[in-house]
T-cell receptor
Framework: AQSVTQLGSHVSVSEGALVLLRCNYSSSVPPYLFWYVQYPNQGLQLLLKYTSAATLVKGINGFEAEFKKSETSFHLTKPSAHMSDAAEYFCAVSGRAKAAGNKLTFGGGTRVLVKP | GAGVSQSPRYKVTKRGQDVALRCDPI?????LYWYRQALGQGPEFLTY????????KSGLPNDRFSAERPEGSISTLTIQRTEQRDSAMYRC?????????????FGSGTQLSVL
């Protein structure tokens, strides 16, 4: 069984400061890993994904994440926060079995507040 | 359509009533997924389809929940004899192909409140 843990349900950052959102996963085999963002009253949007190519993955809106197998982590970062980054962020994992399709297991989410 | 469309946007019902939630995926998308998101939690997988075939329904909580996609496009998630614990945001997503890491496109969801 797979699971995802996001440390911190709420994060507050100042505009221009580093954004760091933590995600740790549990999986019996190397999984695929994803970060999704959810803006108010909208559906989830894919930020980036790790599928066993480069361990440092770059996504949209200046976000990136690094897969660290030894730490079973996939933390999301952005060097400089913008007001528009205020949203809820979800880390997710999926298996590699073909039958799994795109069945994702999500973490509990981290809500980001950006202070001017 | 331009995106995944879900209706209704909000549904308030009384305990014991049946509800039907509709999802219209992006045109041409093969795979369709249903997720449920309780307040303050991440989405939880319910079921998914490739074309009209239901591939996995292991996430459906009990037999009051069912889903169909009869023509491989629009899907309906039905909850019979609703209970208060069914209150949540129900999200639909679609992907172009049934590949393992195909990008999912999510709809805005249906917020279900059972009184």
């Amino acid at each position: 069984a797979q699971s995802v843990t996001q440390l911190g349900s709420h994060v507050s950052v100042s505009e221009g400061a580093l954004v760091l959102l933590r995600c740790n996963y549990s999986s019996s085999v190397p999984p695929y890993l994803f970060w999704y963002v959810q803006y108010p009253n909208q559906g989830l949007q894919l930020l980036l994904k790790y599928t066993s190519a480069a361990t440092l993955v770059k996504g949209i809106n200046g976000f990136e994440a690094e897969f660290k197998k030894s730490e079973t982590s996939f933390h999301l970062t952005k060097p400089s926060a913008h007001m528009s980054d205020a949203a809820e962020y979800f880390c997710a994992v999926s298996g590699r079995a073909k039958a799994a399709g795109n069945k994702l297991t999500f973490g509990g989410g981290t809500r980001v507040l950006v202070k001017p | 359509g331009a995106g995944v469309s879900q209706s209704p946007r909000y549904k308030v019902t009384k305990r014991g009533q049946d509800v039907a939630l509709r999802c219209d995926p992006i045109s041409g998308h093969v795979s369709l997924y249903w997720y449920r998101q309780a307040l303050g939690q991440g989405p939880e997988f319910l079921t998914y389809f490739n074309y009209e075939a239901q591939q996995d329904k292991s996430g459906l909580p009990n037999d009051r929940f069912s889903a169909e996609r009869p023509e491989g496009s629009i899907s309906t998630l039905t909850i019979q004899r609703t209970e208060q614990r069914d209150s949540a945001m129900y999200r639909c997503a679609s992907s172009l192909a049934p590949g393992l890491n195909e990008k999912l496109f999510f709809g805005s969801g249906t917020q279900l409140s059972v009184l």
